[in-house]
């Protein structure tokens, strides 16, 4: 576990980046973290954001799958937005824990 | 002394069985390895090929028969004398595709979609093709191209790339 300062706050992350707590986010801290991977946020990618904190809140697991049945964005657009390995990126910029699935 | 590591960018997969868990195992693979940013290819060859046929690729089951591992739904020994009987097969490997289903695990075509909307390459085997005699218009649009063993190689090349055989 670590701290991280985020948007002027102190974040609880685990060693590998992911929140500990998904309520501590903001979208500010997903700008700041974004600039890592050199990403510059739209309102599409706020609402994959929003999408994946909602799918937590609820307690469902997230699979690449159910994005692309989210009508926010199809695979390939999720692809696009969150180059490389997508669910893992978006995952820690929702301010969410890492992803478990394997689909 | 730190010990160093080199993480994987490629991998070159070959799925040479038509089974349920077999072509499974290679999509689930494929797709995990696209999920990562890791390179991809996948080849088809031998009964692999039924994934990557319009034809078949919805219509793969598992084997009842020969299967040590295949059990009734309540643990008890599945007798391969009873997966022999017509339908049994059929009605298993529904079973199997359900259950799958309410896991969210993709069916075959749409983890095709997947792996290639992330960039994952889709080849079949010629020598394959061409003892099934199948055409490369009987084969879903994913497929990039009919290629041979030696194309395949050649894919494969670059550091941190792996070729798995599943």
């Not at chain 1, 199809?74 to 180059?83: A, H, N, Q, R, T």
């Amino acid at each position: 576990m670590a701290t991280k300062v985020l948007a002027n706050t102190n974040v609880e992350v685990t060693d590998e980046g992911y929140f500990i707590d998904y309520k501590q986010w903001t979208p500010d801290m997903a700008n700041e973290m974004a600039k890592e991977p050199n990403l510059t946020l739209t309102p599409l990618h706020f609402e994959v954001l929003e999408f994946l904190r909602n799918r937590v809140a609820q307690g469902d697991a997230l699979t690449i799958r159910s994005i692309g049945k989210s009508n926010i964005v199809d695979i390939k657009g999720f692809y696009g937005l969150f180059p490389g390995a997508p669910l893992k990126l978006s995952s820690k910029l929702a301010g969410i824990p890492k992803p478990t699935s394997c689909v | 002394m730190q010990k160093e590591e080199f993480p994987l960018k490629k991998v070159c997969m070959i799925c040479a069985k038509g089974t349920i868990e077999d072509v499974y195992a290679t999509l689930v693979m494929a797709n995990g390895a696209v999920m990562e940013g890791i390179e991809t290819k996948v080849f088809f060859t031998f009964f692999g090929l039924d994934a990557i046929t319009k034809k078949q690729m919805n219509k793969i089951h598992t084997s009842t028969v020969g299967n040590p591992a295949m059990r009734m739904p309540n643990g008890w020994a599945f007798p391969s004398i009873l997966g022999m009987l017509p339908g049994v097969e059929a009605g298993v490997s529904m079973m199997m595709k359900s259950t799958m289903e309410k896991l969210d695990i993709p069916t075959v075509p749409e983890f095709f979609e997947m792996i290639t909307a992330g960039g994952g390459e889709i080849y079949a085997c010629k020598l394959a093709m061409d003892m099934f005699k199948l055409e490369k218009n009987d084969l879903i649009d994913e497929v990039i191209d009919v290629i041979t063993i030696g194309d395949f190689y050649g894919l494969a090349g670059g550091q941190g790339t792996q070729i798995i055989f599943t």
